[in-house]
């Protein structure tokens, strides 16, 4: 199974801009989309935004559309996640995962995530 690993969060003002990291290891078949999740306090886990293995299909969430770019470097085996004009609301730990489709994103139909990475966004 892919094991993956975010990085790249941390403590900005808002209005600010992040970029997220999220690196594969090992391999997947059918599982070659991939996605962005976040979960803020108090709240459950929730859709960013996803893409489809040649990144020729993304999705976003309302929420983020517009502010956040998804992408994938499948050579470096690394998505990413561009978050600009981060907003308070957008503090979370951000997680990935490998998704059976892009369109596949209800982060209830997944069960193994990993540590994810604090993005922390101060008004």
């Known amino acids: 199974q892919v094991q993956l690993v975010e990085s790249g969060g941390g403590l900005v003002q808002a209005g600010g801009s992040l970029r997220l990291s999220c690196a594969a290891s090992?391999?997947?078949?059918?599982?070659?989309?991939m996605g962005w999740f976040r979960q803020a306090p108090g709240k459950e886990r929730e859709f960013v935004a996803t893409?489809?293995?040649?990144?020729?299909?993304?999705y976003y969430a309302d929420s983020v559309k517009g502010r956040f770019i998804i992408s994938r470097d499948n050579a470096k085996n690394t998505m990413y996640l561009r978050m600009n004009s981060l907003k308070p609301e957008d503090t979370a730990v951000y997680h990935c995962?490998?998704?059976?489709?892009?369109?596949?994103?209800?982060?209830?139909?997944?069960?193994?995530w990993g540590q994810g990475t604090q993005v922390t966004v101060s008004s």
């Open positions: 090992g391999r997947t078949s059918s599982s070659t989309a």
């Open positions: 995962n490998a998704l059976n489709s892009a369109s596949d994103y209800d982060p209830k139909r997944y069960h193994y």
């Open positions: 893409i489809s293995w040649s990144g020729s299909i993304k």
